[in-house]
């Protein structure tokens, strides 16, 4: 089994920066990729970023230029550094880790809010 243990969410004025983290622990075999999505109140989830195990990246339109997403292979741990943070940015943000045949696993969640 695989955990993801998410940390680093809470609550920023806009205009301000967070920097999330996800350490992955367990029966890790293979990581194809390991990245953030995150799901506002009344909204579908969402893909923020992923990081590749080549190293390509992923961002969604709206945070491109924004966030940046980093991984630490040693310590099977991404990062996402959220600056510029908007209102709009608020919701809960999932960590995600693609095992390959393990599949897709997810964390609990952290929350991240935005204040204007």
């Known amino acids: 089994q695989v955990q993801l243990v998410e940390s680093g969410g809470g609550l920023v004025q806009a205009g301000g920066s967070l920097r999330l983290s996800c350490a992955a622990s367990g029966s890790i075999f293979t990581i194809n990729a390991m990245g953030w999505y995150r799901q506002a109140p009344g909204k579908q989830r969402e893909l923020v970023a992923m990081?590749?195990?080549?190293?390509?990246?992923n961002y969604a339109d709206s945070v491109k230029g924004r966030f940046a997403i980093s991984r630490d292979g040693a310590k099977n741990t991404v990062y996402l550094q959220m600056n510029s943070l908007k209102p709009e940015d608020t919701a809960v943000y999932y960590c995600r880790l693609l095992g390959g045949l393990l599949g897709s696993f997810w964390g609990q969640g952290t929350q991240v809010t935005v204040s204007s």
């Open positions: 990081v590749y195990s080549g190293g390509s990246t």
